[in-house]
């Protein structure tokens, strides 16, 4: 089989894969939906005319690709926000950072952000670009099951020289596991069945793999022991309290609908957790930071919830709020909705899975609870001690510096990737949120 006929069938297999895995999540309904909504963004306008010549410096610099399903936009999602991270941090190490996103979709928006943090953006075929210029490659990055599964084996033909990288941002099988003990779904169950099977032998046949979380670096070197498996976390800097107990009321939830976790989250909390809050304070409202559907707008129409949509600076939520609550009831990898707010110093309250990976303690680092009774009364706790709301805050903060500084994920990505032919002197740069 042609390397162009095995890439489509590939790409035909985790397509067919992506639509079932939805399916498992969202049903019919959710699916359509998601459907129309990436139609939809098809008619936002599109960059033009971006350079894809090799530039001159190159033969000073290593060269790394990144292929992702989109451009990332850290107001998103955290998993953009961790990426942006890492790749301001090679391109301040001395490498020429490409990406190509594979929907081929990058706003004029998107290429200036992007060449903000250093990122030289491209669009048109992934394959084309790689027969191109596949040979000047040192390293290409792989992010998630859906790019890795089709591109890993063009990859390996194509840049011969390059470290192939998996990234899986977090273990899929994982998180559909966990949905399909949390909703009971066979469906479910059978693709997470499925997706473990195609990602473990992802991981054993790329050189290096990336997880974010601990939990999954020890579950994958147990499992695959020959295998080459790093921790790449999510990366933060610090913001710091900017109000104090005092000036603050409210609760905090950020994360997209786009994601099923949570909107689960969000359900369960506006339907149990909630209620038991505002039967004590009426006044007490939760404010809910990101995509959200109509379907979920319009179900989540409530008293005591302010949704407030993407919100591209959360700085104002972060300092206004007194709680952040992270009731995820299924999920993997680390949580970057809980390590934002501890690096703006405020206090969380979470479930054992959004705590997972995150090195907290119950009343050390955070609050952590299972049942909805439980939960609301850790929040209840937190929201009127302020003895307690500030020993949270302050360690929050100190728990971000020490696991999920640049400067860690720096330590890792230097001794993964090969040396850089010119390390370009410049501080750790900050990416906007």
């Not at 397509?15 to 079932?20: A, E, G, M, Y």
């Not at 084309?128 to 990859?155: D, E, M, Q, S």
């Not at 994360?255 to 909107?263: I, K, S, T, V």
Request: proline content about 5%; overall charge positive; hydrophobic content about 40%.
């Amino acid at each position: 089989m042609n390397l162009d006929l095995a890439w489509r069938f590939a790409r035909l297999h985790q397509l067919s894969r992506r639509v079932w895995g939805s399916l498992a999540l969202r049903g019919w309904k959710g699916t359509f939906r998601r459907i129309v909504e990436q139609f939809r963004a098809q008619k936002d306008p599109v960059a033009r005319n971006i350079a894809t010549d090799v530039p001159a410096d190159l033969h000073n610099r290593r060269r790394i690709l990144v292929i992702d399903t989109m451009a990332p936009n850290p107001a998103r999602d955290s998993g953009s926000l961790r990426l942006c991270m890492m790749l301001q941090l090679l391109h301040h190490d001395g490498w020429h950072v490409d990406l190509l996103p594979d929907d081929g979709r990058v706003t004029p928006v998107d290429v200036e952000r992007l060449l903000g943090y250093g990122i030289h953006v491209h669009i048109g075929s992934v394959m084309t670009w790689l027969r191109k210029h596949g040979t000047t490659l040192n390293a290409v990055l792989l992010c998630r099951l859906a790019i890795a599964a089709p591109y890993l084996a063009p990859t390996r033909r194509l840049a011969p020289q390059a470290m192939c990288i998996f990234d899986t941002v977090d273990l899929h099988f994982l998180r559909e596991q966990r949905a399909a003990e949390v909703s009971g779904s066979q469906r479910m169950r059978r693709q997470s069945l499925s997706s473990r099977q195609r990602e473990l032998a992802l991981v054993r046949d790329s050189d290096v793999s990336f997880v974010v979380s601990p939990v999954e670096l020890d579950m994958l070197r147990k499992e695959l022991p020959n295998s080459h498996i790093e921790l790449v976390s999510n990366i933060h800097e610090i913001h710091g309290r900017g109000a104090p107990f005092s000036q603050r009321r409210d609760l905090l939830f950020v994360g997209g609908f786009g994601h099923p976790p949570n909107e689960d989250a969000v359900r369960w909390f506006s339907a149990e957790i909630l209620p038991l809050l505002r039967a004590r304070d009426p006044s007490m409202l939760l404010h809910i930071a990101g995509d959200i559907t109509p379907e979920a707008r319009q179900a989540l129409d409530q008293q005591g919830i302010e949704l407030h949509g993407r919100v591209d600076d959360l700085s104002e939520l972060m300092n206004r709020c007194k709680v952040s609550v992270a009731p995820l009831r299924f999920g993997a990898g680390v949580k970057g909705k809980v390590n934002m707010a501890m690096s703006y110093g405020l206090p969380v309250v979470v479930t054992p899975i959004a705590a997972e990976g995150m090195h907290l303690s119950d009343g050390r680092d955070a609050k952590i609870a299972t049942t909805a009774i439980e939960f609301a009364e850790a929040v209840w706790h937190v929201y009127h001690d302020e003895a307690l709301w500030t020993r949270l805050s302050d360690v929050g903060i100190s728990n971000v510096q020490q696991h999920f500084s640049p400067e860690i994920a720096l330590q890792t990505l230097r001794r993964v990737l090969p040396a850089s032919k010119q390390v370009v002197s410049h501080p750790i740069g900050k990416v906007s949120s």
